[in-house]
């Protein structure tokens, strides 16, 4: 919209100083003869600007199409106002520029070349059809050097309008390729900031934690004990006792996890013992849940460099497949040249379309739960990785969840 408003605005400008023309011609001539075509097209151009003008206080977006046509009509009317003031032999001819610097900067190119062939169409056409307008038409007594004038002007548009819609169109590519890697390179940080102060509270949460487990450790070893606790509270307390040491191993997993990180540390092991060992971890807590491991090729698996944080990004990705119901769940393991493919299936009822397309995006509603949360922290963990993670409908029912991996630099 506020392209089309510059449009407008750059007309009304070039419309004004033709009526200056035209009101100079009429002082000075003190006649009216000739001038009707000019003062009508004038009026035409400026009723459509006005109408354009409205347009723009509409809520429906310009596309491109509607951008040309404006610009079509640039070209058509400037076409007839040059016509009626002496074609080729005006000065403000050379007005076909702007419309074609401004289909470059701002329309696909393909738009672009078709707003540089009506300009030089229309300007070639004004070579030959013009009314004769003696303000002018300096050169009409003398052909030769008429004739030369306006075909080096010809000339010098045409190359102009070359040089324009090759180069523009160009620089004006790759300025929307930049704001596009600067807008991703933002959104980048954005969801990095918030990972990091998720990353953040969970930290200072585990260190919180740190004493009310102590205190439930002690007390459950006092009750423990006691010689006359009866034996279903024993087992009751032992089991407690358990759980208690297992909240502590994870407690201490995080902290030298944030110590590993912090000081780059990393691991090195072929891809389908780091994903046999994260499974195997997780199966520990979900023991209801079957996952299977299964090979896209032969030979021996590639090596990956990662550390703890990725263990736990698979571990995302196997409680959200078990969350969803799914009574099994398949990894599927395969590799090439440069990376190695580690896909998690589960056939449940699939992702919510709108989690799907928000993946990386900031934290999802409370209405999503925790499935979307994980998928952010393991696409994070993924990409610090210089790896990846898609999410795909899988055939007959369920998800995939693609996490794609470099291999490690040979040593």
């Known amino acids: 919209m506020a392209n089309l408003r510059s449009l407008l605005a750059i007309r009304s400008i070039a419309l004004l100083g033709q009526a200056g023309v035209l009101a100079y011609v009429l002082q000075v001539s003190r006649t009216t003869q000739s001038m009707s075509g000019l003062a009508v097209s004038l009026v035409v151009l400026a009723a459509v600007t006005a109408a354009s003008l409205w347009r723009t206080t509409r809520p429906t977006p310009v596309s491109h199409s509607e951008f040309l046509i404006q610009l079509?009509?640039?070209?058509?009317?400037?076409?007839?106002?040059?016509?009626?003031?002496?074609?080729?032999?005006?000065?403000?001819?050379?007005?076909?520029?702007?419309?074609?610097?401004?289909?470059?900067?701002?329309?696909p190119w393909r738009?672009?070349?078709?707003?540089?062939?009506?300009?030089?169409?229309?300007?070639?056409?004004?070579?030959?059809?013009?009314?004769?307008?003696?303000?002018?038409?300096p050169h009409a007594g003398m052909s030769d050097s008429g004739n030369v004038h306006r075909l080096g002007m010809w000339f010098n548009f045409l190359f102009s309008a070359g040089l324009i819609t090759y180069f523009v169109v160009r620089m004006a590519a790759e300025l929307r390729r930049q704001d596009a890697r600067e807008a991703e390179l933002r959104e980048t940080h954005l969801?990095?900031?918030?990972?990091?102060?998720?990353?953040?509270l969970a930290a200072g949460t585990a260190h919180e934690l740190g004493t009310p487990l102590s205190t439930m450790t002690v007390l459950v070893e006092e009750m423990?004990?006691?010689?006359?606790?009866?034996q279903q509270l024993r087992d009751d307390c032992c089991l407690l006792q358990g759980q208690l040491r297992q909240c502590r191993d994870t407690l201490s997993d995080l902290s030298q996890t944030a110590e590993a990180s912090a000081a780059g540390q990393k691991q090195r092991k072929p891809v389908d013992e780091f994903v046999d060992a994260s499974v195997q971890h997780w199966a520990a807590r979900r023991p209801r849940t079957s996952c299977s491991i299964t090979f896209v090729r032969d030979g021996d698996?590639?090596?990956?460099?990662?550390?703890?944080?990725?263990?736990?990004?698979?571990?995302?990705?196997?409680?959200?497949?078990?969350?969803?119901?799914?009574?099994?769940?398949?990894?599927?393991?395969?590799?090439g040249a440069a990376d190695a493919t580690i896909a998690v299936r589960d056939w449940g009822p699939g992702l919510p379309e709108g989690l799907r397309q928000s993946l990386g995006a900031p934290p999802p509603k409370p209405s999503e739960g925790r499935l979307g949360i994980g998928l952010i922290l393991s696409r994070a963990t993924a990409e610090r990785h210089g790896g990846t993670l898609q999410l795909a409908d899988a055939t007959g029912g369920g998800t995939i969840a693609t996490l794609q991996l470099p291999l490690a630099s040979e040593v």
């Open 72 to 107: 079509l009509i640039d070209i058509v009317g400037w076409t007839v106002l040059m016509y009626c003031s002496g074609g080729a032999d005006n000065p403000f001819v050379s007005y076909y520029i702007v419309p074609l610097v401004v289909a470059a900067a701002v329309l």
């Open 301 to 335: 698996p590639p090596s990956i460099s990662y550390d703890q944080t990725l263990r736990q990004a698979l571990e995302n990705l196997l409680n959200n497949a078990a969350d969803t119901g799914s009574e099994q769940i398949q990894i599927q393991l395969d590799w």
């Open 111 to 137: 738009y672009t070349w078709l707003i540089a062939g009506a300009s030089v169409l229309a300007y070639s056409l004004l070579l030959y059809f013009r009314l004769p307008f003696p303000l002018f038409s």
């Open 224 to 230: 423990l004990a006691e010689s006359c606790l009866p």
């Open 191 to 200: 969801r990095n900031d918030q990972i990091m102060a998720v990353a953040s």
